[in-house]
């Protein structure tokens, strides 16, 4: 069912990587750098751009063709090597995407309340933050381990409004994973799916049942102006 979207918004909550950051090539750098150490070929940044949004473990299945099993203990031992590499070199290649700086100025200057929710962990995403000088207000990042429950449960979006004293039915939130969009609706919030992200070519944002897709991060001041 479709949400109106609030007008005026107290509040935008954004996804990281995929939504807010450009990141795949430093995750991609990271898992190059563990495929190398292991005697594999490396996976095209390309080939391996659409699996980001699911997170490190599943980029190691991919590529490694393992069977996700979090008990598994090789897969748990490549997970922990990963995150070293990707720790020691996170922002080398990544950038907020383009017009998303625009997107944040209008909402500072609107007074328009903003935060992110990631399943990231809270430590990467603050590190990768503090590389890139972005900082949100009321320092609102809530990571995958911020809470006992991480999307698509809607505990962590309802955090971030708690951080900032708004209401959820006055919050949008943004992101490019089919759970960003389930834990967005489960928290009564509205929903806007970020076309230019890291899903899945076999399931596309216009699937997601989102209130609104865009193509590119400008077009949410279009939305917020309503």
Same mark, same amino acid.
């Given at each position: 069912m479709s949400h109106s979207l609030p007008h005026p918004a107290q509040a935008v909550l954004f996804d990281l990587d995929g939504t807010l950051v450009d990141s795949y090539g430093d995750l991609c750098n990271a898992l190059n750098r563990l495929e190398a150490e292991c005697g594999n070929d490396p996976t095209p940044h390309d080939v391996m751009r659409p699996y980001v949004s699911l997170g490190a473990m599943k980029m190691i299945c991919i590529a490694f063709d393992v069977e996700f099993n979090k008990d598994n203990p090789r897969l748990q031992s490549l997970w922990k090597q990963l995150l070293r590499f990707y720790k020691e070199d996170i922002a080398s290649l990544s950038t907020l995407f383009p017009g998303m700086s625009e997107v944040l100025d209008y909402l500072r200057s609107s007074g328009i309340r903003w935060g992110i929710v990631t399943n /990231?962990?809270? $430590?990467l995403s603050r590190q990768l933050l503090d590389a890139l000088e972005v900082y949100p207000? *009321?320092?609102?990042?809530v990571g995958g381990d911020t809470l %006992?429950? /991480? /999307? %698509?449960? %809607? *505990?962590p979006l309802l955090h971030a409004c708690r951080i900032l004293g708004a209401d959820p039915e006055k919050t949008i939130y943004v $992101? #490019? #994973?089919p759970r960003d969009i389930m834990a967005g609706k489960s928290a009564g919030m509205a929903t806007v799916a970020a076309g230019y992200g890291y899903y899945m070519p076999d399931n596309p944002p216009d699937f997601w049942e989102a209130d609104r897709i865009i193509d590119n991060p400008v077009e949410l001041i279009e939305i917020l102006l309503g």
């Open positions: /990231k962990s809270e $430590g207000p *009321e320092g609102c990042v %006992p429950a /991480k /999307k %698509p449960e %809607p *505990e $992101g #490019d #994973d």
